[in-house]
């Protein structure tokens, strides 16, 4: 028997309703997600249509953000429409409940990749790199070399590149290369692919947007430490039906009004309380 291990999980959770200000809201909302049957993104739109057999089919569009004026270590430079999920095994959710919410659902990692879904890279920000800072190899840019390698958190080696300097940096001559920036819809790469329109469709879609930042100084709990998240990411929405789910994450206090509300849910059900 091959051995498992504890640090993943054959699913992967999302939760609802961080931003919403009480349990109540955030019930009603994850009732309404299963009833629907679409895990949508947050700028995403869609529209459910139907095919010449008669059968619903959701039509999914994707839209993305992108701001010139900020950092790609910002996290904010490429801002897709995506859904987030974390590949966390359900007995250690408690510090990822905290932070977001006690009501979630989850899918097999085996349906999501299906769905396009993702493992993101994380990069600690103020890593130190081998890559010379190119302002260094002047005496008179020293203070303001210095002043940079504080700023960023460089450990001392300011003559040197933090990975997020050098990201930046790599990302801004990509972009210059590709000789475009995002458009709203990713656009549709034919056979045989042009060099220029694949690698702007892979830096601004597959690469960029699955790239996060993190300060690797701070406490697991803290609100920004995303490492301990071990995110998964789908651009546009999910769509599912009710077979499809994992587990649904509920506190025990809503877990019989789920099921009167669900009846036809018949799957698992965890409790968040914690």
Same mark, same amino acid.
């Given at each position: 028997m091959?051995?498992?291990?504890?640090y993943?999980?054959n699913e992967?959770?999302?939760f609802?309703?961080r931003?919403?200000?009480n349990d109540e809201?955030?019930?009603?909302l994850l009732?309404a997600?299963l009833?629907?049957?679409?895990?949508?993104?947050?700028?995403s739109?869609?529209?459910?249509t139907?095919n010449?057999?008669g059968?619903?089919?959701t039509?999914?569009?994707?839209?993305?953000t992108y701001?010139h004026n900020?950092?790609?270590?910002?996290?904010?430079?490429?801002?897709?429409?995506?859904m987030c999920?974390? @590949?966390? #095994?359900? &007995?250690?959710l408690?510090l990822?409940?905290?932070k977001?919410? +006690?009501?979630?659902?989850?899918?097999?990692?085996?349906?999501?990749?299906?769905r396009?879904?993702s493992?993101i890279?994380?990069v600690?920000?103020?890593s130190?790199?081998?890559v010379?800072?190119p302002?260094?190899?002047?005496?008179e840019n020293?203070?303001a070399?210095?002043?940079?390698a504080?700023a960023?958190?460089?450990?001392?080696?300011w003559?040197?590149f933090?990975r997020a300097?050098?990201?930046d940096?790599?990302?801004?001559?990509?972009?210059?290369?590709?000789g475009?920036?995002p458009?709203?819809?990713?656009?549709?790469?034919?056979?045989?692919?042009?060099g220029?329109?694949?690698?702007?469709t892979?830096?601004?879609?597959?690469?960029?947007p699955y790239?996060?930042?993190f300060n690797?100084y701070?406490?697991? @709990?803290? #609100?920004v &430490?995303f490492?301990?998240e071990?995110?998964w990411r789908?651009v +546009?929405?999910v769509?599912?039906?009710?077979?499809?789910?994992?587990?649904?994450l509920?506190?025990?206090?809503f877990?019989s009004?789920?099921r009167t509300?669900l009846?036809e849910?018949?799957?698992?059900?965890?409790f968040?309380?914690?």
């Amino acid at each position: 028997m091959a051995q498992e291990q504890r640090y993943v999980s054959n699913e992967l959770t999302h939760f609802v309703g961080r931003s919403l200000q009480n349990d109540e809201s955030r019930y009603l909302l994850l009732i309404a997600i299963l009833r629907v049957g679409l895990l949508a993104a947050p700028g995403s739109s869609h529209a459910t249509t139907s095919n010449e057999a008669g059968r619903a089919q959701t039509e999914i569009k994707y839209s993305i953000t992108y701001h010139h004026n900020r950092p790609l270590s910002s996290n904010e430079r490429y801002q897709p429409s995506v859904m987030c999920f974390a @590949d966390i #095994p359900v &007995n250690d959710l408690g510090l990822h409940i905290r932070k977001y919410s +006690g009501f979630g659902i989850s899918f097999s990692k085996r349906f999501l990749v299906s769905r396009g879904a993702s493992p993101i890279m994380y990069v600690a920000d103020c890593s130190a790199t081998h890559v010379r800072n190119p302002l260094a190899n002047n005496p008179e840019n020293f203070d303001a070399v210095r002043q940079l390698a504080t700023a960023h958190r460089n450990s001392g080696h300011w003559e040197n590149f933090t990975r997020a300097e050098l990201f930046d940096a790599a990302e801004k001559q990509a972009e210059v290369f590709s000789g475009t920036f995002p458009t709203a819809q990713p656009p549709e790469v034919q056979m045989p692919w042009v060099g220029r329109e694949i690698l702007h469709t892979f830096l601004a879609w597959y690469l960029f947007p699955y790239v996060k930042f993190f300060n690797p100084y701070l406490a697991d @709990d803290d #609100p920004v &430490n995303f490492y301990m998240e071990r995110e998964w990411r789908v651009v +546009g929405a999910v769509p599912f039906c009710l077979a499809d789910i994992e587990r649904l994450l509920v506190p025990k206090e809503f877990a019989s009004r789920l099921r009167t509300d669900l009846p036809e849910y018949s799957g698992q059900m965890t409790f968040t309380d914690l």
